[in-house]
């Protein structure tokens, strides 16, 4: 049974780095990645439709996006879609091609998106510690009901400190990733 609520508490845990990893990657920084563009949905024919399967998505030098629709038909969309969002860049294109030009950051941007970094890290460290919490409440409930012994509770609580730990520090690795790939000039 304790086992079982590690085994559990693991995965949970990996889910959480996984997903925070995925949400720096779409934080912008100088360089252009594909990945930048993750969130966006293009109106396809009344349908909100990832842009991801409405195009091939391409960084073919380090401050240029390149997007090449299936269908010619949906440039004006995909380019309205891009003005529309959050990333803050602007479209052009040729009839064929989208190209989104990456501008180079200001050092006070750079900080700005740093602080987002270190944010959007902080809510995955709070995930793993909530997770860890309620593992932690399944096993005094399951002392209580006299199913494991104390030691074996200590035991388990120590195995899920170290496994929070390790992934914390996965955590403050992709921060550290993410900051230097931000502050690079």
């Not at 602007?90 to 944010?119: Q, W, Y």
């Amino acid at each position: 049974m304790i086992d079982d609520l590690l085994e559990d508490a693991r995965e949970r845990m990996q889910k959480s780095v996984e997903a925070t990893g995925h949400e720096l990657g779409s934080v912008r920084t100088g360089r252009a990645t594909p990945a930048l563009l993750d969130r966006i949905q293009v109106d396809y024919y009344g349908t909100p439709t990832p842009l991801r399967q409405l195009a091939t998505i391409s960084a073919p030098e380090a401050r240029l996006l390149t997007i090449q629709p299936f269908d010619a038909s949906t440039i004006k969309a995909i380019e309205k879609a891009i003005n529309t969002s959050d990333v803050g860049l602007n479209p052009s294109n040729d009839g064929k091609l989208v190209r989104l030009v990456i501008p180079e950051f200001n050092e006070e941007r750079r900080r700005e998106l740093v602080k987002v970094a270190r944010h959007i890290v902080e809510e995955g460290r709070v995930a793993i510690r909530n997770i860890r919490r309620d593992v932690m409440h399944d096993l005094r409930e399951l002392k209580e009901a006299g199913e494991t012994g104390t030691d074996d509770e200590r035991r388990a609580e120590g195995l899920l400190q170290k496994l929070t730990d390790e992934r914390i520090g996965e955590l403050d690795v992709l921060l550290k990733g993410k900051e230097a790939e931000i502050l690079e000039v």
